[in-house]
C-alpha cells in the first residue's frame, strides 16, 4: 500500500515533495517539503479528501502531527471491505501448488467462504490446516466478519 499511496499524494501534490514512511502496524507518517522560498499551508481535511478519492474501499483517519510543518500521520482506521481476489492472492503466494476457492457470500467483501487443498496440509490436523491458512491471511482476516473454512490434502492422481 506504501508504494500506491506515494504515487496518488505525488501526483496529487506534485508541486510538494513528498515523504511517506511507515508509523506502527497501520499507520504513516508523511511528510511534504518545497523548494518555495515562501512558507505553504497544507491542511489535513485536503489531505483527507485525497485519499477518500483514491482508496474507494479504505477509510483513513488523518492528524496534523506539528503545528508549523505539513506532516501528518494517516491510520487505516478500516478496510470497508475485502475483496475475494486480495484472499485469494494472499494464500496463493503462502500455498504456491494449491487448488484455492474464494466465493464472496454478501458480494460485499464481509462473509466468505474459502476453501484451500494444499500439500502443506499432509499430515496436519484440521485445527493445525485452518490455523496455517488463518496465519498466511494475517490482519487481512481480521477484516473479514466471517469465514466458512474448508481444508484438505487430497493427491490427484493421473491415470494413464
Partial sequence: M???LIAILNKSFSSFN???EKDGEEGFKVSFSSDLEEP???EANALKIVLDQAF???EFEVLSV???EPVFKIAVKSVLN???ENLRDI???VFPMAEIMVEDLTKEGRVFRISVNAEEFEGKSMIEQHRMVYDALGDTIKKVHAVTLNTLYKKVRILK
Fill in 66 to 68: 506539528a503545528e508549523k
Fill in 91 to 93: 494464500l496463493s503466494v
Fill in 18 to 20: 513528498v515523504s511517506v
Fill in 2 to 4: 506504501i508504494e500506491e
Fill in 40 to 42: 505553504f499551508l497544507l
Fill in 82 to 84: 475485502v475483496q475475494k
Fill in 56 to 58: 474507494k474501499d479504505v
